[in-house]
């Protein structure tokens, strides 16, 4: 089955194509709510972006956005309402930042402290800590900056990603950090675009140089992948996933292994993956702090164990577009499925779910996530289907004809 590009590596690619000076071609992007929003706010800073299908283009310039000022719309898209501010502010002028009802309700703080600390005059409009936003830049002169990334590795990946634009180059020392794999996939594209970052413990060293422009493939998304991996353990059938695998520099294709430790059969090479559902899923403990957009995934075929599913270390996920350990839960008790949670962890019983409407909350991965326990509970149905074009607009279509191809 093919999977839309990653929505993390295109958000990246398209920071770092605009932080580059000359033309980046960027191939197979991400076609979504999200990454559309990123590359429209570009635009609106003033950078050229060129949009086709499958090859977006893009000028770069190191010195910060080409406008003097502008107000960009950041939608629900976390990586354009935390990495463009961060860019902008390496620039000159004033830029002001909002974003949906849902992402203002996201935090912004510990990015927004960070570069407050560095001397980057920003305000927040309402609410301390998050969107609406103004940033008066003129440039980042760099230094020493100690940042908690407990609540989103996105934070750090902002400053890493904004290093090199800045007059002396940034130290970072991390307190804390959720998500580390997202962090691997930051420091090898800025390789690919010609910085090399060194870590010394929980310190970063970011030197001040310029990116380079590049020809670069997006891989396919591996929390997307998520849903055909586990529909296929769930009913028993076989899928593959090329261009994942085990050299893919996305944590989630870890997913696999999560489903294998359940007894599921999995096969990976380089570049691909393939699960085959073995009609068993054993019950188990696993700690998904690294790999927790796929918690929602987890959860959803959990009922189906032959013991408690219990995730643990998960925290972060009460703050992403909705609180999805409490959605998780609110949707298996109307599943009727025995579920309980604590401030980390969710904890999920065996039991033959029923038919009920999910909660969705605007929430992209409890949508496609819930679908897939779909496949095995029929009269499930979902408020909102439509919020799946955050990251993967053809997903009830893609699922269906999965489950066609099955039959």
């Not at 090399?196 to 310029?210: A, I, L, N, S």
């Not at 944590?251 to 599921?264: H, K, Q, S």
Request: aromatic residues 6%.
């Amino acid at each position: 089955m093919q999977v839309p590009g990653s929505k993390s590596i295109t958000a990246r690619a398209l920071f770092l194509a605009a932080a580059a000076r000359g033309t980046t071609v960027l191939r197979k992007p991400l076609l979504s709510d999200d990454t559309e929003g990123f590359a429209e706010g570009l635009v609106a800073l003033g950078y050229r972006v060129d949009r086709r299908p499958d090859v977006w283009t893009i000028e770069g310039l190191p010195e910060g956005p080409p406008v003097g000022e502008a107000e960009v719309f950041c939608r629900d898209g976390a990586t354009t309402a935390r990495f463009l501010p961060a860019l902008v502010a390496a620039g000159k002028g004033v830029f002001r930042f909002d974003a949906s009802a849902q992402m203002r309700r996201r935090p912004l703080g510990p990015l927004t402290r960070a570069l407050r600390e560095l001397g980057v005059d920003l305000t927040h409009e309402g609410q301390e800590g998050h969107h609406p936003l103004t940033v008066r830049a003129n440039g980042i002169k760099g230094g020493h900056i100690t940042l908690d990334a407990g609540l989103s590795s996105q934070f750090l990946t902002a400053l890493l990603l904004v290093g090199p634009l800045t007059g002396e180059g940034l130290q970072i020392t991390v307190t804390d950090l959720v998500s580390a794999p997202y962090v691997e996939i930051t420091l090898a594209m800025m390789r690919r675009f010609g910085v090399e970052v060194r870590r010394e413990g929980d310190t970063f060293f970011v030197p001040p140089q310029q990116y380079i422009a590049a020809d670069y493939a997006i891989e396919p998304d591996a929390s997307t992948a998520s849903y055909p991996l586990a529909a296929a353990a769930l009913t028993g059938n076989s899928v593959t996933i090329p261009g994942l695998g085990s050299s893919s520099l996305q944590g989630d294709v870890r997913f696999a292994e999560v489903l294998a430790r359940m007894g599921v059969a999995v096969e990976m090479t380089s570049d691909s993956v393939t699960v085959t559902g073995t009609h068993r899923l054993r019950g188990l403990t696993v700690n998904m702090r690294d790999i927790s957009d796929t918690v929602p995934t987890l959860a959803a075929i959990a009922p189906f164990a032959d013991g408690p599913v219990r995730i643990e270390d998960v925290y972060n996920t009460r703050i992403k577009e909705c609180d999805r350990l409490d959605a998780c839960a609110e949707n298996l008790r109307r599943l009727g499925v025995p579920v309980s949670t604590g401030r980390d962890w969710i904890e999920i019983h065996p039991a033959q779910p029923h038919a009920a409407e999910i909660a969705c909350h605007g929430d992209h991965r409890i949508a496609m996530s819930f679908s897939v326990t779909g496949l095995l509970t029929p009269g499930i149905t979902l408020d909102e289907p439509g919020c799946v074009k955050k990251t993967f607009p053809g997903f009830h279509e893609a699922l269906a004809n999965l489950r066609a191809a099955w039959l």
